[in-house]
């Protein structure tokens, strides 16, 4: 059954930093890239990071240079650790391979406010 447990979400300010992570079925985490998806209130789901089998990652404009997608396939968990966290940030995290399948976890919302 393909799962995703997506955790690490809350409060911070801006200019803050936040680690959230997600784990995934066995079978889907060691066959699939890995990714991390944000949805904003009112907005479409976006991609946020990549990370592929081999370990070759890509970041959405938006993130690159603050946001680090990681894996770690002793555990099926992929992290997405976040610094210098804006507004704009403010989202519910989803992780799903790429593209994704059609199940989704529950999100982690990240709030980024003062």
């Known amino acids: 059954q393909v799962q995703f447990v997506e955790s690490g979400g809350g409060l911070v300010q801006p200019g803050g930093s936040l680690i959230v992570s997600c784990a995934a079925s066995?079978?889907?985490?060691?066959?699939?890239?890995m990714t991390w998806y944000r949805q904003a209130p009112g907005k479409q789901r976006e991609l946020v990071a990549v990370?592929?089998?081999?370990?070759?990652?890509n970041y959405a404009d938006s993130v690159k240079g603050r946001f680090t997608i990681s894996r770690d396939s002793a555990k099926n968990t992929v992290y997405l650790q976040m610094n210098s966290l804006k507004p704009e940030d403010t989202a519910v995290y989803y992780c799903?391979?790429?593209?994704?399948?059609?199940?989704w976890g529950q999100g982690t919302q990240v709030t980024v406010s003062s």
């Open positions: 799903n391979t790429n593209p994704p399948t059609r199940y």
């Open positions: 066995g079978s889907i985490f060691s066959i699939y890239d």
């Open positions: 990370i592929t089998r081999d370990g070759i990652i």
